[in-house]
């Protein structure tokens, strides 16, 4: 099965802008493979923040923007909080035969 | 609002069989794609099988292929999965999620060892 790879830490300023990005070993990401992008806190289950690209749910922060960039997924956080100092990972859909997250990113507000 | 509660975690030896339950409540469960994901202990989240809607389409990690079975009981809005040959490395928090993972269960705990 595809590996999808991502950032594994990334360190941002408190007000900063900061964008993870989400590749497949199988070529570029397109809005085919549906990205999603989910964000996790120690102890707690992962929260869904974009689906399809670009779609936020009604809990998802204004700043938290998905999108496709250079071939790869993208989450783009414009002025970070110190609560969004969390895990963050990427699921990829492979049609007809799965899906895979990449493996984290840790995201530091500091 | 809905809501997915697991059970059926615990403690089996290798080689041992569990069965995972997820059920739902406040949602139109027949109306979901499923998803079970699981997370080893300090490790990321791994994806481990979906469901369509009316359980015709499964697809599976390589991983769990040929051991792992996932099920869906639209009449009682409930997820199985069926864990069989477990080994070690199946050691994890297995979480259910659904509609297009706006839902997301607490999770349970499956640990293999002797």
């Known amino acids: 099965q595809a590996v999808v790879t991502q950032e594994p830490s990334v360190t941002v300023s408190p007000g900063g802008t900061v964008t993870l990005t989400c590749g497949s070993s199988?070529?570029?990401?397109?809005?085919?493979?549906?990205p999603y992008w989910l964000q996790q806190k120690p102890g707690q289950a992962p929260r869904t923040l974009t689906y399809d690209t670009s779609n936020r749910y009604s809990w998802t922060p204004a700043r938290f923007s998905g999108s496709l960039l250079g071939g790869k997924a993208a989450l783009t956080l414009s002025g970070a909080q110190p609560e969004d100092e969390a895990d963050y990972y990427c699921?990829?859909?492979?049609?007809?035969?799965?899906?895979?997250f990449g493996g984290g990113t840790k995201l530091t507000v500091l | 609002e809905g809501q997915l509660v697991e059970s059926g975690g615990g403690l089996v030896q290798p080689g041992g069989s569990l069965r995972l339950s997820c059920a739902a409540s406040?949602?139109?469960?027949?109306?979901?794609?499923m998803t079970w994901v699981r997370q080893a202990p300090g490790k990321g989240l791994e994806w481990v099988a979906n469901?369509?809607?009316?359980?015709?389409?499964?697809y599976y990690v390589d991983s769990v292929k040929g051991r792992f079975t996932i099920s869906r009981d639209n009449a009682k809005n409930s997820l199985f999965l069926r864990l069989n040959s477990l080994r070690a490395e199946d050691t994890a928090v297995y979480y259910c999620?659904?509609?297009?993972?706006?839902?997301w269960g607490q999770g349970t705990l499956v640990t293999v060892s002797s």
């Open positions: 999620s659904g509609g297009q993972f706006s839902l």
């Open positions: 199988t070529g570029a990401v397109t809005s085919s493979h549906s």
């Open positions: 406040g949602v139109t469960f027949s109306g979901l794609w």
């Open positions: 699921y990829v859909t492979y049609s007809g035969v799965g899906a895979v």
């Open positions: 469901i369509n809607q009316d359980g015709s389409a499964k």
